[in-house]
Nanobody, 117 residues
């Protein structure tokens, strides 16, 4: 069992920055991949960025060069630094953790990010 708690969302003007945090607890040693997804009203949930236990990262084309995902294994926390935010980034952002030994996906409750023009 893994629990994920996101924080750091809020309202920011276009061009601003935010850092999202996701703290994992429970069976943390079973996690091999963590990522951030977002879902706007009426739209499909989409991958924003992911990071493996080895540090390999992947980003959606829409956020490349602006967002950075990182992982602090000592604190069992994954971060998403979002720079040069755009109104189209407005969404609920969800933390995801993927396990390997017993495959399963865990989700946080989400944190709202709103970017004003």
């Amino acid at each position: 069992q893994v629990q994920l708690v996101e924080s750091g969302g809020g309202l920011v003007q276009a061009g601003g920055s935010l850092r999202l945090s996701c703290a994992a607890s429970g069976s943390i040693f079973s996690i091999n991949v963590m990522g951030w997804y977002r879902q706007a009203p009426g739209k499909q949930r989409e991958l924003v960025a992911l990071i493996t236990s080895g540090g390999t990262t992947n980003y959606a084309d829409s956020v490349k060069g602006r967002f950075t995902i990182s992982r602090d294994n000592a604190k069992n926390t994954v971060y998403l630094r979002m720079n040069n935010l755009k109104p189209e980034d407005t969404s609920v952002y969800y933390c995801n953790a993927k396990t390997a030994i017993i495959p399963y996906n865990y989700w946080g409750q989400g944190t709202q990010v709103t970017v004003s023009s």
